[in-house]
T-cell receptor, first 111, second 114 residues
Framework: GNSVTQMEGPVTLSEEAFLTINCTYT??????LFWYVQYPGEGLQLLLK?????DKGSNKGFEATYRKETTSFHLEKGSVQVSDSAVYFC??????????FGQGTELSVKP | NAGVTQTPKFRILKIGQSMTLQCTQD?????MYWYRQDPGMGLKLIYY???????DKGEVPNGYNVSRSTTEDFPLRLELAAPSQTSVYFC?????????????FGEGSWLTVV
């Protein structure tokens, strides 16, 4: 069946550091892929998405490229800020419009 | 913009009690979902609905019930609360099942069963 695996957290970085959060998936076919972000005490917000192979999703300085060869969708940002501290979820869109999530990666950015 | 609204935000239940988590959306979305979020486990789908009058089980439905009498509302019922149901619950909605449809989430309901 479909599944998503993310790198374990927590990830702690200094401000302006480069961020990579790894995400790999197992799926039948080529599902759409998403990154959601959850700020403390809030619900999930869509950060970016990619709907087909080689697509690059981007938003707020974050990027992720849909790599079908490596079944990956790693999240990157060139220079993180304290305000980026949150939990990040990688997800794929399964049958029937159901999102399948990874376990989440907590990011903490220190000034 | 109200979007997806969940109530209550926080609740403490005793073992064996019952309660309903309310969810309503004002976007006229056909699809609605209930997820639970446990630490280090991501979100797991409890139940979902593709339209009024239609519901189906997700990955972890045991101990829960849902109904979808209107397009707007999708309440989640816990009949006999157990400590294993201590979790954060998220309601979500989308217009359809394809990738062009964004899934919107509510702000969550923190439930503790003691």
């Amino acid at each position: 069946g479909n599944s998503v695996t993310q790198m374990e957290g927590p990830v702690t970085l200094s401000e302006e550091a480069f961020l990579t959060i790894n995400c790999t998936y197992t799926a039948t076919g080529y599902p759409s892929l998403f990154w959601y972000v959850q700020y403390p005490g809030e619900g999930l917000q869509l950060l970016l998405k990619a709907t087909k192979a080689d697509d690059k999703g981007s938003n707020k300085g974050f990027e992720a490229t849909y790599r079908k060869e490596t079944t990956s969708f790693h999240l990157e940002k060139g220079s993180v800020q304290v305000s980026d501290s949150a939990v990040y979820f990688c997800a794929l869109l399964g049958q029937g419009g159901k999102l399948i999530f990874g376990q989440g990666t907590e990011l903490s950015v220190k000034p | 913009n109200a979007g997806v609204t969940q109530t209550p935000k926080f609740r403490i239940l005793k073992i064996g009690q019952s309660m309903t988590l309310q969810c309503t959306q004002d976007m006229n979305h056909n699809y609605m979902y209930w997820y639970r979020q446990d630490p280090g486990m991501g979100l797991k789908l409890i139940y979902y609905s593709v339209g009024a009058g239609i519901t189906d089980k997700g990955e972890v439905p045991n101990g829960y019930n849902v109904s979808r009498s209107t397009t707007e509302d999708f309440p989640l019922r816990l009949e006999l609360a157990a400590p294993s149901q201590t979790s954060v619950y998220f309601c979500a909605s989308s217009q359809g099942a394809t990738s062009g449809n964004t899934i919107y989430f509510g702000e969550g309901s923190w439930l503790t069963v003691v």
